[in-house]
């Protein structure tokens, strides 16, 4: 480290480990600094700091939830009219391979979203004849040890091209390789996982939430395993993955901050309502009241312009086994931070028993709280999302149809109006 009096590296360092304890305490254990250098410019008497930082958080982690690169340039106090523009050069040195850019310039900050209309929707900006051709960034496990089956989540860089999307979009995937017939595969869609930003909140990477497809031959028993599925659960970082879309109109969120938000998911169904919450809750945090906000250590402050979401989300999630909870951890830190906010009911069949003794499935836990349900439903600024499997359908309708009688509506007639209304959203398969 160049051009720096004696007492300065001293107390960079010092901000580099508080910033790691921080991580720590929140339990934040995979997460590294990539780069910390310093300009070799001349600091007396330690004023005019010039520094560029590089860290790397997991994006499965909510509580940070980041991978950011950014430069900071000033004083060691608080005075954020001390901030400089980086230079191009130390951009360019900063900048590791398929990293997100967040510097803590105006440009950073998300924007206010203007409402938002179907026919603003991005759709098929790439088709099958002329698929985008993304690159893996990463791919993890979400099934915990001990759980059933595999699920991955995938993050791809779309730096490249022009695919944008908004939250409740699916693109396509066309898996490499021919069918039997010599044929290129048949794309597969899977719902997208990430809010419309990323998951490194630059607006250059889409995430999918994907389980390998299994399935028992009927004829000789074998284990037969989804070809899509099995190209995305074995991807690497760096391969390439051939993209199309966007499409789906069906699952858009409101642009009211004031909605309701119900989510009812089984399985990979959470996927769309992942991508709901980190868009309402993550992208929606005060950079101020972020401890993962590294300038904010340096005295740098960073406003937040987008408006708060203040209405009340509640996801009823159902899954086999406490393993396969996807993203449990993410969805418990925001149920903590956000309790006025968010609210979380888990079904887990194989472990929970309905009150006929039975296995607990996303329909009993409907029909337990149909009554706070149904008082939310009725309010006009409550959508309702379904998503996963499509069984589940008719016993959410029966719970629903139930608590509904009590008050003399007929359920079948109340959904439909729900339905023209743009208020009650299904995806199921």
């Known amino acids: 480290m160049k051009g720096l009096a004696g007492e300065v590296e ?3 360092m010092a901000i580099l480990a508080e910033f790691n304890q921080t991580l720590k305490k929140y339990g934040v254990s ?38 950011c690169e950014f430069e900071a340039s000033g004083t060691t106090g608080a005075k954020p009219a001390a901030i400089a523009t980086p230079t191009a050069k130390k951009a360019e040195k900063a900048k590791p391979v398929a990293a997100a850019a967040a510097a803590p310039t105006k440009s950073a900050a998300p924007a206010a979203k203007k409402a938002k209309k179907k026919s603003d929707v991005p759709i098929n900006i790439y088709r099958p004849n002329k698929p985008f051709v993304g690159k893996c960034v990463s791919n993890e496990e979400l099934v915990g040890p001990g759980g059933i089956g595999t699920c991955r989540h995938l993050i791809f860089d779309i730096s490249a091209g022009d695919l944008k999307y908004v939250e409740g979009q699916s693109i396509g995937i066309i898996a490499d390789g021919t069918d039997d017939k010599g ?39 074998k284990t037969v395993y989804g070809v899509c599925s099995s190209f995305l659960c074995n991807l690497k970082p760096g391969d390439d993955v051939k993209i199309t879309g966007p499409v789906g109109k069906e699952m858009l969120l409101p642009d009211d901050p004031n909605a309701n938000i119900i989510m009812l998911g089984t399985g990979t169904g959470i996927a769309p309502f992942r991508s709901f919450l980190w868009h309402l809750f993550k992208e929606n945090e005060d950079a101020n009241a972020n401890p993962f906000w590294l300038p904010k250590l340096l005295g740098w402050v960073k406003p937040s312009d987008k408006p708060k979401f203040n ?43 309905n009150p006929e003794g039975g296995r607990m499935y996303i329909q009993h836990r409907v029909a337990e709280h149909a009554e706070e349900l149904w008082q939310m439903i009725q309010q006009e600024n409550t959508h309702t999302y379904i998503c996963g499997l499509k069984g589940m359908e008719k016993g959410i309708d029966e719970a629903l149809s139930a608590v509904a009688s009590k008050d003399g509506v007929n359920w079948s007639d109340y959904q439909r109006e729900m339905k023209k209304a743009h208020r009650w959203h299904v995806e199921t398969y």
């Open 183 to 221: 044929k290129p595969h048949k794309i597969r869609l899977y719902s997208i996982a990430s809010a419309h930003r990323g998951d490194y909140l630059d607006d250059k990477t889409v995430s999918l939430c994907v389980r390998q497809l299994e399935y028992p031959d009927p004829d000789t028993g």
């Open 10 to 12: 001293p107390k960079l």
């Open 30 to 67: 995979n997460a590294r600094v990539v780069e910390f250098t310093l300009s070799d410019q001349e600091m007396p008497e330690m004023e005019g700091l010039s520094c560029n930082f590089s860290c790397w958080v997991s994006p499965s982690n909510l509580t940070c939830g980041i991978k």
């Open 311 to 353: 209405g009340k989300t509640w996801l009823i999630f159902g899954v086999a086994t406490t393993p396969n909870i996807l993203y449990n951890k993410d969805l418990e830190d925001l149920q903590r931070r956000y309790p006025d906010n968010f609210r979380l009911t888990k079904a887990i069949s194989r472990e929970q028993k």
